[in-house]
């Protein structure tokens, strides 16, 4: 597991370059869909087993 920060010259780089180009790629995509959505935040759907067992808390008390 060491091994892979030994070298001088790290496959770190490459990760890092391969996230901007998929953040780029992402951006692009994005304008080609929609050019005039703004990103906004988009809640997480509820899950359905928490939200039994909330609905099994209150009709206990």
Same mark, same amino acid.
């Given at each position: @597991?060491?091994?892979?920060? +030994? ?8 990760? %890092? %370059?391969?996230?901007h180009? @998929?953040? !780029?790629?992402? =951006?692009?995509? =994005?304008?080609? &869909?929609?050019?005039? !959505?703004?990103? !906004?935040?988009?809640? =997480? ?5 928490? *939200?039994?067992? =909330? +609905?099994e *808390?209150? &009709? *206990?008390?």
């Amino acid at each position: @597991m060491g091994a892979c920060l +030994s070298s001088d010259k790290g496959h770190l780089d490459q990760v %890092d %370059d391969s996230v901007h180009v @998929m953040l !780029a790629h992402d =951006r692009k995509k =994005r304008k080609e &869909t929609n050019p005039n !959505a703004v990103p !906004a935040y988009k809640p =997480r759907a509820a899950n359905p087993a928490l *939200e039994q067992k =909330r +609905s099994e *808390e209150k &009709t *206990e008390e």
